[in-house]
């Protein structure tokens, strides 16, 4: 059988595919309908623990939550502070709780991206992740989002993909014997969902819940 994978051969695809069949259900939903919700995850939820960004937004909502519900309130909250150092890390201390100054510098330039495409509510996000590819949309748009961020950020809006993460290449490392990049990862897990019969990123959360300890885990997490 060809398979057309650029190293993962008709053998190796096998192995993966009844690993993946043997998964159980998920029982976490990742979906995110918020906004600005999404926003923040965008730029919080990759390289920190998983506690530390439940607890980012935890403190968005019980003290942002009604006066930043918009992109005019994004800006305007950004905009009262000096895009440096200094003013980003007093925006992260106020925005969610923690001194990550450099993921504020991110946001900025999120925010300012999507809004110079008409990118400004749960709708158009929705629309462009369903109608955005990494190279054409995301790519060098804003230092340091990567590949594994953009797939997790379209994902929470219900883009049947997978995000290549330390847990599901883990996985397909474990799985296989060695290590897969990250875009061979994504094309072979799409490909396997398809063949077993399951959504993509439902395939995507049964790994994660096995590999963070099995189903019912419901953190997301980046790390």
Not at 30 to 38: M, Q
Request: glycine residues 6%.
């Amino acid at each position: 059988m060809q398979m057309p994978f650029p190293t993962v051969t008709p053998e190796e695809y096998q192995v993966l595919k009844e690993a993946c069949q043997s998964l159980p259900a998920p029982k976490g939903n990742y979906l995110e309908s918020d906004f600005i919700c999404n926003l923040l995850l965008t730029v919080l939820d990759y390289q920190l623990k998983g506690t530390i960004v439940s607890k980012a937004c935890e403190h968005y909502k019980a003290k942002h939550w009604d006066s930043i519900r918009t992109m005019g309130d994004i800006k305007q909250f950004l905009d009262r502070f000096p895009d440096d150092k200094e003013g980003n890390l007093r925006a992260a201390e106020e925005l969610w709780g923690y001194k990550y100054w450099n993921r504020i510098a991110q946001l900025r330039n999120l925010v300012r991206y999507f809004d110079a495409i008409g990118v400004r509510d749960q709708d158009s996000l929705r629309r462009w992740a369903e109608e955005s590819d990494f190279e054409r949309s995301f790519r060098g748009r804003i230092k340091g989002l990567s590949y594994a961020v953009y797939k997790w950020l379209v994902m929470r809006l219900g883009v049947e993909t997978v995000k290549p993460d330390i847990h599901v290449m883990t996985y397909v490392k474990k799985s296989l014997g060695r290590d897969v990049d990250d875009r061979e990862t994504v094309a072979v897990l799409e490909r396997v969902a398809q063949d077993i019969g399951r959504k993509v990123y439902e395939l995507d959360w049964a790994i994660w819940e096995y590999e963070r300890g099995g189903a019912g885990v419901t953190q997301s997490s980046q790390q």
